[in-house]
């Protein structure tokens, strides 16, 4: 786990709400969303391809300028990691979410989300990583690619599962 100073971690919260406020305002209409699933598709398997392409166009954008941030500062990051970025909030696709939902639970940070009754979209909020994993597996991806995407927002002792929730907060 990085050991950071209280500015280092203000600084890093304070960039990853505001990842949060600009990914927001793209996400109001699914149309207005341009994946690059060419490039994506190029990077996972025949299993984790189904798989992305059954997430919400808004959430494979996301997931696109998640794994282009992580290519360009990583050097030579695993395959697993590369696709885990692609597919790490592919559980949420188990249940489309509304416009007012989306916003509404993207606005709830992960360790509240674990609090709230499990119902609805918090639900599918709380526990989109153990249910990416799921699809993961039931798809036949790989293992340490389900095993990334489970770890995204609870990474510790998991060096990659730690750079990927970084990516993910910051876009």
Same mark, same amino acid.
């Given at each position: 786990?990085?050991?950071?100073s209280?500015?280092? +971690? $203000?600084? /890093?919260?304070?960039?990853?709400?505001?990842?949060?406020?600009a +990914?927001?305002?793209?996400?109001?209409?699914?149309?207005?969303? #341009?994946?690059?699933d060419?490039?994506?598709?190029?990077?996972?398997?025949?299993?984790?391809? /189904?798989?992305y392409l059954?997430m919400?166009?808004?959430?494979?954008?996301?997931?696109? +300028?998640?794994?282009?941030?992580?290519? +360009?500062?990583?050097?030579?990051?695993?395959?697993?990691?590369? @696709?885990?970025?692609?597919?790490?909030?592919? %559980?949420?696709?188990?249940?489309?979410?509304?416009?007012?939902?989306?916003? $509404?639970?993207? $606005?709830?940070?992960?360790?509240?989300? !674990?609090?709230l009754?499990?119902?609805? @979209?918090? %639900?599918?909020?709380?526990? !989109?990583?153990?249910?990416g994993?799921?699809?993961?597996?039931?798809?036949? %991806? /790989?293992?340490?690619? @389900?095993? $990334?995407?489970?770890? #995204? #927002? #609870?990474?510790? %002792?998991?060096? &990659?599962?730690?750079?990927?929730?970084?990516?993910?907060?910051? &876009?």
């Amino acid at each position: 786990m990085l050991h950071l100073s209280l500015l280092e +971690r $203000l600084t /890093r919260k304070a960039s990853g709400y505001m990842g949060k406020i600009a +990914r927001l305002s793209r996400s109001f209409r699914e149309e207005d969303a #341009h994946p690059d699933d060419f490039w994506a598709q190029t990077y996972l398997t025949p299993g984790e391809q /189904r798989i992305y392409l059954g997430m919400d166009a808004r959430d494979r954008e996301h997931a696109c +300028r998640v794994t282009r941030h992580l290519l +360009r500062e990583q050097k030579n990051p695993s395959p697993e990691l590369i @696709a885990a970025a692609l597919l790490h909030d592919s %559980g949420k696709s188990v249940r489309r979410y509304n416009i007012v939902e989306r916003v $509404l639970v993207g $606005l709830i940070p992960n360790r509240i989300a !674990h609090i709230l009754p499990p119902i609805g @979209a918090i %639900g599918i909020r709380a526990a !989109h990583p153990e249910l990416g994993a799921q699809l993961i597996a039931h798809a036949g %991806g /790989r293992p340490r690619v @389900a095993q $990334l995407v489970v770890r #995204h #927002h #609870h990474s510790v %002792g998991d060096p &990659e599962a730690a750079l990927l929730h970084h990516y993910d907060e910051k &876009e």
